[in-house]
Each structure stands twice: as C-alpha cells, then as structure tokens.
C-alpha cells in the first residue's frame, strides 16, 4: 500500500492519513462484526446497513478492493441475496487485517 499516494490523492498530509486510517481499522471492525452477525441471522436490513458503512468509509480512504466487496454484499442484500455474503465478510477481514499490519503492525 502507498501510503503517500493516498494521503496525497485525498489532500492529507501522510499522519493525517494514517490517524483516519487508524480510525478506519475501529470502525471497520466494529461494523464488520455486524455485517458477520446480520449475515448469520439473515437480517437483510442489517447487512445492508453495515456493508453500506464499510463501502462508504473504504472508498473514501481509496481502499477500493474492500469497497468492491462491500458493494457487492450491499447490492445483493437490498435484493433481498446474501448470495456469497459470509465470503464476502472473511474477504473484507482479510483486507482489514492487512492493512492493519501495514499501518500499525498488528491485525484488525
């Protein structure tokens, strides 16, 4: 990941970037675990609404492989499809936790 390449992309200096990445990791993780949970329990309101979140914030960090994902989860479920959602969700996990250990040195 080129650190300096997103911070500059977004107008931030490199420490402003990596504090709203930081960020970025709390609440991704927290709503990740909702999406896991709405997936579960198939509450398509709920997976709509936590893989909205985590599109939102991903494509405005320029994390565009989660926000892809998160996308496609969002799309499906407001079709009432959780068709590959729980992938989806272990995929999104993966992304977080290597971001994670680029940034700070430790998983999501």
């Known amino acids: 990941m080129n650190v300096t390449a997103l911070s500059e992309r977004l107008g931030l200096e490199k420490d402003e970037f990596l504090e709203l990445v930081e960020l ?3 609440t991704g ?11 579960q329990t198939e509450d398509i309101e709920e997976v709509v609404k936590s893989s909205h979140s985590i599109k939102g914030a991903s494509g405005n960090l ?10 496609d989860v969002e799309l499906n479920a407001r079709q009432d499809r959780l068709d590959g959602a729980s992938e989806a969700v272990d995929t999104i996990k993966k ?6 250990i680029e940034i700070t040195g430790e998983t999501a």
């Open 24 to 26: 970025f990791l709390e």
């Open 29 to 39: 993780k927290s709503d990740l675990g909702q999406l896991k949970v709405a997936v």
């Open 62 to 71: 320029g994390f565009m492989e989660i926000f892809e994902v998160a996308k």
């Open 95 to 100: 992304h977080l936790d290597q971001i994670a």
